[in-house]
């Protein structure tokens, strides 16, 4: 499920040439598939990383909506990469769109 998330981030990053919303709001999803950068940026709390554990921890909240979440969640949690809530000014509007975006990588959209 992790290989997947990260070969789909990569096919997905491909697709862009220019900066928009969606790469914008996948932004966070670099820490998943870095677990390197995730200790570097959890080390310093940096908004990035409050990005991420606020989205891991919208997900968690969200296996009813998106199945897929519960065995990808664990295999993160395998990693060290747990979510935790913070409060920030992530809107939930946001965070249900990475959560789709996310999913749609779950359910192979842009696996080649």
Same mark, same amino acid.
């Given at each position: 499920?992790?290989? %997947?998330?990260? #070969?789909?981030?990569k096919?997905f990053l *491909?697709t862009? #040439?220019d900066e &928009?919303y969606r790469l914008n %709001?996948s *932004? ?5 598939v &870095?677990t390197e *950068?995730?200790e570097? #940026? *959890? #080390?310093? +709390? !940096?908004?990035l990383y ?5 989205l891991?921890?919208?997900? +968690?909240? &969200? %296996?009813?909506?998106?199945p897929?979440f519960k065995?990808?969640l664990?295999t993160l949690?395998?990693r060290?990469i747990v ?5 920030n000014?992530?809107s939930?509007e =946001?965070? @249900? @769109?990475q959560a =789709?975006?996310? &999913? !749609?990588?779950? =359910? ?5």
């Amino acid at each position: 499920m992790y290989r %997947i998330f990260c #070969e789909s981030y990569k096919n997905f990053l *491909k697709t862009f #040439e220019d900066e &928009n919303y969606r790469l914008n %709001i996948s *932004k966070p999803f670099e820490l998943i598939v &870095n677990t390197e *950068k995730f200790e570097k #940026e *959890k #080390e310093k +709390q !940096s908004e990035l990383y409050i990005n991420v554990c606020n989205l891991l921890d919208y997900m +968690q909240n &969200n %296996i009813k909506n998106y199945p897929k979440f519960k065995a990808f969640l664990w295999t993160l949690k395998s990693r060290n990469i747990v979510a935790k809530r913070y409060s920030n000014n992530d809107s939930n509007e =946001k965070l @249900e @769109e990475q959560a =789709k975006l996310a &999913n !749609s990588f779950l =359910k192979l959209a842009y696996w080649y």
